[in-house]
């Protein structure tokens, strides 16, 4: 079975400063990572994804993730704010077979940015 | 670019009613999914579409459910008896591969 954990539900920073969200997942077959972000009574839009190719992805709004198969891991970081990236954020695995696959999504992160 | 809709974007109904919910994805894709995010819980995944047939389902998804592509351009997820517990936001979402997939704004169910 595969799982995500996203640690802290809420994350708070300054416009301007460094974003980090972190993600570890487990996965007992090769992954298919994304990250998504959810703005405000909008649905959620793919942010970026890493689908076995170079481990550092880049994405959307400067926003990237590194994998770390050694780590577990799938951050995503920004390096320097804005007001508009206020939103939640959730990142997702999926298995890397062919056929329908589901996305396993965490539980989200609130990213705030303060002025 | 191209987007998933949907609609209603908010549903009332009363439990133990039928309630539709229906999505329109991006025209050229082949594979369909719906999720559900009930508030303040995880975006939960409810069941795949492709060729004319599930895929793959949850538990969640019981005989309560069902999903149907009745022309080129609909994808509609039906709960026949809708409980309490039904409220929730439901997504659908399309791809051309199988990934990315992409989501709709969702709507929102509220059973009372």
């Known amino acids: 079975a595969q799982s995500v954990t996203q640690l802290g539900s809420h994350v708070s920073v300054s416009e301007g400063a460094l974003v980090l969200l972190r993600c570890n997942y487990s996965?007992?077959?090769?992954?298919?990572l994304f990250w998504y972000v959810q703005y405000p009574n909008q649905g959620l839009q793919l942010l970026l994804k890493?689908?076995?190719?170079?481990?550092l992805v880049k994405g959307i709004n400067g926003f990237e993730a590194e994998f770390k198969k050694s780590e577990t891991s799938f951050h995503l970081t920004k390096p320097s704010a804005h007001m508009s990236d206020a939103a939640e954020y959730f990142c997702?695995?999926?298995?890397?077979?062919?056929?329908?696959?589901?996305?396993?999504f965490g539980k989200g992160t609130k990213l705030t940015v303060n002025p | 670019e191209p987007e998933v809709t949907q609609t209603p974007s908010h549903q009332v109904t009363q439990m133990g009613q039928e309630v539709i919910l229906r999505c329109v994805p991006i025209?050229?894709?082949?594979?369909f999914y719906w999720y559900r995010q009930i508030l303040g819980q995880k975006v939960e995944f409810l069941v795949s579409?492709?060729?004319?047939?599930?895929?793959?389902k949850s538990e969640i998804f019981d005989d309560q459910f069902s999903v149907e592509r009745p022309d080129g351009s609909n994808f509609t997820l039906k709960i026949r008896s809708t409980k309490l517990e039904d409220s929730a936001m439901y997504f659908c979402?399309?791809?051309?591969?199988?990934?990315?997939?992409?989501f709709g704004d969702g709507t929102r169910l509220s059973i009372l």
């Open positions: 890493y689908t076995s190719a170079a481990t």
């Open positions: 579409f492709y060729n004319n047939e599930i895929s793959e």
């Open positions: 025209s050229n894709h082949l594979y």
């Open positions: 996965s007992s077959v090769p992954p298919y």
């Open positions: 997702a695995v999926s298995r890397t077979q062919g056929g329908s696959e589901k996305l396993v």
């Open positions: 979402a399309s791809s051309e591969a199988v990934w990315p997939q992409h």
